[in-house]
């Protein structure tokens, strides 16, 4: 099994990782005429936000990182929409979902304003 963000991470990296685990063990239960389309698309958009979060986390242009993460999130948000629609999740499933992604999203604005605010 991988290895889980630190303790010393910020909320945001820890809340991102643990729905990017979780959905992924689920898109790989999707219905196979969905798993490859929608599936891959939540599992790359996943891994995509993790990676920006992370580099935020350790370069100089946290600001732009941030902005493109915060984009994904919007993607991401939309891809769970479509698969209660498809069939893919259950309804508390995609309740689940919505609230990691809003707390993600509050996460991620905070920082975003944190940011702001120093320049």
């Not at 991988?2 to 909320?11: L, Q, V």
């Not at 309804?91 to 940011?115: K, N, T």
Request: glycine letters at 6%; one cysteine or more.
């Amino acid at each position: 099994m991988g290895k889980a963000p630190e303790e010393s991470e910020p909320r945001v990296m820890v809340g991102l990782y643990d729905l990017a685990v979780w959905f992924m063990k689920h898109t790989n239960r999707f219905p196979k005429n969905w798993r490859v389309t929608l599936g891959d698309r939540i599992d790359n958009t996943l891994v995509d936000m993790l990676c920006l979060v992370h580099r935020a986390r350790v370069r100089s242009d946290k600001l732009d990182l941030l902005h493109r993460a915060n984009e994904e999130l919007d993607i991401l948000r939309m891809l769970s929409r479509l698969c209660l629609e498809m069939g893919c999740l259950e309804g508390r499933q995609r309740e689940y979902v919505a609230r990691q992604i809003d707390e993600i999203g509050r996460q991620i604005g905070s920082w975003i304003r944190h940011l702001k605010m120093k320049q």
